[in-house]
């Protein structure tokens, strides 16, 4: 099997500091903690892009639907290529459509 790698932006420590602590002032402490353990689980904590969606994903869907979508991607193996924050998104929009 071949091995896949993926490449990481480089990134200013102090910078990225300065917009995780942005987007905890735009949110609240509460929703930022929720939205950084959430993403956790898809190695994306330090990723304040994908943070802040989790916020805006929690106030589309609600907590309930995130929460679940969350709990499925994180039974997957950390090595699987589906614990990605893409396949979290897909999810949550399933639990939408088949609710509504």
Not at 22 to 37: D, L, P, S, V
Not at 83 to 91: F, M, Q, T
């Amino acid at each position: 099997m071949p091995k896949m790698y993926k490449i990481l932006r480089l990134y200013n420590p102090k910078e990225l500091e300065l917009k995780l602590k942005e987007i905890e002032g735009k949110y609240g402490k509460e929703a930022y903690a929720q939205a950084r353990k959430f993403a956790q689980i898809v190695f994306e904590e330090n990723n304040p892009e994908v943070i802040e969606d989790i916020i805006l994903k929690t106030k589309q869907y609600g907590e309930k639907k995130v929460k679940k979508a969350f709990g499925i991607a994180a039974q997957k193996n950390p090595d699987n290529p589906k614990r990605v924050y893409s396949y979290v998104v897909g999810i949550m929009e399933n639990l939408n459509s088949l609710l509504q």
